[in-house]
């Protein structure tokens, strides 16, 4: 299965600021998928990025606050932009299909 | 529309017992089923999955699941715990929403070791 290499690992950033996560894969993939774990909850699909198309956003998440890159079948990144404390959450990358997924370590964000 | 259920939100158990992990899941096809585990500061791990065929299958770290269709369920088992195993642990259906696949992830179960 594909390894995953995301970063920062963790963060912690002022309200009003952005910060972009990158995820880079050890092959390349057709579609990369990113997702909010809010603290003590689930897993939500923020996006799904497919390469060299816009990515498609899960209902309550839209492209200004969360927009995607997907520059070629390895790489993507995500921004959480003009953040405010409720943005504190991991965030995860992952890659796959129903064959198994595979997911990033995650990127810990605190918002202060 | 596809849901997945995990009806215990923590679980305590000994080292060394048995543990059962409830999952259910509400999917209209022939669904894909995953349970993943997620240790303190660390991304979600495959554990297994079912497809299709033998519905009781060996994961990673002694742990197994049954699927049983007429109770659209898919435990997860260990028939004995280690002190190792305390994490969170999702179950997720993977289901074909507006032509895309997608996993559809459980509220997760916390699961504590008593020494």
């Known amino acids: 299965s594909a390894v995953i290499s995301q970063k920062p690992s963790r963060d912690i950033c002022q309200r009003g600021t952005s910060l972009t996560i990158q995820c880079q894969v050890d092959?390349?993939?057709?579609?990369m998928f990113w997702y909010r774990q809010q603290p003590g909850q689930s897993l939500t699909l923020i996006a799904t990025?497919?390469?060299?198309?816009?990515?498609?956003?899960e209902s309550g998440f839209v492209i200004d606050k969360f927009p995607i890159s997907r520059p070629n079948l390895t790489f993507s990144t995500l921004t959480v932009s003009n953040m405010s404390p409720e943005d504190s959450s991991i965030y995860l990358c992952?890659?796959?299909?129903?064959?198994?997924?595979?997911f990033g370590s995650g990127t810990r964000l605190t918002v202060v | 529309a596809q849901s997945v259920t995990q009806p215990d939100i923590h679980i305590t158990v000994s080292e060394g017992a048995s543990l059962e992990l409830r999952c259910n899941y509400s999917?209209?096809?022939?669904?894909?089923l995953f349970w993943y585990v997620q240790s303190p500061g660390q991304g979600l791990q495959l554990l297994l999955k079912?497809?299709?065929?033998?519905?009781l299958v060996q994961g990673i770290k002694g742990f197994e699941a049954e699927f049983k269709r007429s109770q659209s369920s898919f435990n997860l088992r260990k028939p004995s715990v280690h002190w190792s195993d305390a994490a969170e642990y999702f179950c997720?259906?993977?289901?074909?929403?507006?032509?895309?696949?997608?996993?559809?992830f459980g509220q997760g179960t916390r699961l504590t070791i008593n020494p």
């Open positions: 997720a259906v993977g289901a074909a929403i507006q032509g895309a696949q997608k996993l559809v």
């Open positions: 990025a497919n390469q060299g198309s816009e990515a498609t956003y």
């Open positions: 999917y209209g096809a022939t669904p894909y």
């Open positions: 079912y497809f299709s065929g033998d519905t």
């Open positions: 992952s890659v796959g299909g129903f064959d198994g997924y595979t």
């Open positions: 092959s390349q993939v057709t579609m």
